[in-house]
């Protein structure tokens, strides 16, 4: 069983930073890829970020592609999400997620999930 927990997050001005982490326990950190996901108030939950197992690889939602960085630090076991030139529409909770297959943009292909994490950005 592998836990997740988020940290980071917080209201920031439009135009601003952040960086989210995701610290892992209970398991095999390198045997995962790692997901970043979002849920605004009303909203289905979309994909924002993922990185493969080995850290080779990393796919973006459109939306965020050239503002966020996903990646990880094995010795840590974590898993970062670099969040830069933030915009409203950005505001969400965030959520870490851990799959035992291959990095993906479709959230029933992970297996673990953190609580989540709240990021407010204002205009």
């Known amino acids: 069983q592998v836990q997740l927990v988020e940290v980071g997050g917080g209201l920031v001005q439009a135009g601003g930073s952040l960086r989210l982490s995701c610290a892992a326990s209970g398991g095999t950190f390198r045997r995962y890829a790692m997901g970043w996901f979002r849920q605004a108030p009303g909203l289905e939950r979309e994909f924002v970020a993922a990185?493969?197992?080995?850290?080779?690889?990393?796919d973006y939602a459109d939306s965020v592609k050239g503002r966020f960085t996903i990646s990880r630090v094995y010795a840590k076991n974590t898993v970062y999400l670099q969040m830069n030139s933030l915009k409203p529409e950005d505001t969400a909770v965030y959520y870490c997620?851990?799959?035992?297959?291959?990095?993906?943009?479709?959230?029933?292909?992970?297996?673990?999930w953190g609580q989540g994490t709240q990021v407010t950005v204002s205009s």
């Open positions: 990185i493969s197992w080995s850290g080779g690889s990393a």
């Open positions: 997620a851990a799959s035992r297959a291959n990095y993906s943009s479709r959230d029933y292909e992970y297996d673990y």
